[in-house]
């Protein structure tokens, strides 16, 4: 999988990229995160990747050309699936990151300052994606965001495929709770089911867990979920009957 980044700080991405699990992952060639300034394919010697917008108006607006200049020399030729991360696109979600991955390949735009001049946007980018109904200072952070999720998918960068697969979202479902050692913490015992060594109780258990944290946490998915087979459906009717 490949990731490349336009923005116009690349030290705050790779600091952040470079580290942890997916900083592993690209040393073992498993991933590629890479950031591009914008600014160097800035037409004149101070590198101005901005400027005062059309029409009036506060702040600065980011420059077409750099940005297609960036974009063009990322895609190498033949068009790469084009990311802007903004606040007025799509929300992202776990369904978002398995289509991103899907691709290959991906070129994620960090805009700044008052955003990015239209036409670019128009020429070169195949869809916007939010991460939330707020507004940040720049792309950057929203787009490592989408790095990670799509990055962490990749085979091999996380131990097996059960360390995504049972977690939040995947099925459209929250995660069950986890609990570790000791077992008694400051008068909080962890439940004794997960004593029990009984593996389906707990199963069984972890499922209803899962099931019961997005009825109360999350009800526009735990709305639209669909029981995946005859437990799941038991355990929806108890929930049921239990208001």
Known sequence: MKIDIMTLFPEMVDAVMRESIIGRAQEKGLVSVNATNIRDYALDKH???DDAPYGGGRGQVMLAEPLFLCHEALCGGSHVHTVFLSAQGRPFCQQKARELLSCGHVILV???????DQRFLDACVDEEISIGDFVLTGGEIPAMAV???????????????DAFTCESHWDGLLEHPHYTRPENWRGRPVPEILLSGHHANIERWRREMSLRRTRDDRPDLFSEFIPRDKTDQKLLEKLTNEQ
């Open 47 to 49: 590198h101005k990747a």
């Open 110 to 116: 960090c805009g700044h300052y008052e955003g990015v």
């Open 147 to 161: 790095a990670d999720a799509v990055c962490r998918m990749v085979p091999g960068v996380l131990p097996d495929e």
